[in-house]
């Protein structure tokens, strides 16, 4: 089955009850773990920030995805691919969504 998603984006996110928890900020990123994404860019922040007030959140996979386990950041939890379902559910509890791409 052939889907074309418009802007990369499926609709169904665009529907989320955003309801984020005010005690544990979380950061949500969504997509390919590649330079392209601007994924490197990203993980250098992260080595700047050892200790942040807040949690990132990683979705998805892809060639930088061993750089990000070999940091072994503290505030990073790394979910790898997810369902639809699952990616509603990080958007609703999400503070922001960070989108470093240079495409």
């Not at 773990?33 to 250098?44: S, V």
């Not at 080595?47 to 503290?74: F, K, M, Y």
Request: net charge neutral.
């Amino acid at each position: 089955e052939l889907r074309q998603i418009e802007y990369g984006v499926a609709e169904s996110y665009f529907d989320v009850t955003w309801s984020p928890d005010p005690a544990r900020p979380r950061i949500l990123f969504g997509g390919t773990l590649h330079e392209i994404k601007g994924f490197d860019i990203l993980l250098e922040v992260l080595a700047l920030r050892p200790n942040p007030p807040w949690t990132l959140v990683v979705a998805g996979s892809g060639p930088l995805g061993q750089r990000l386990l070999a940091l072994q950041h503290p505030a990073v939890e790394f979910r790898g691919m997810l369902t639809t379902r699952e990616v509603q559910s990080e958007l609703a509890r999400a503070w922001a969504l960070v989108l470093p791409s240079r495409a």
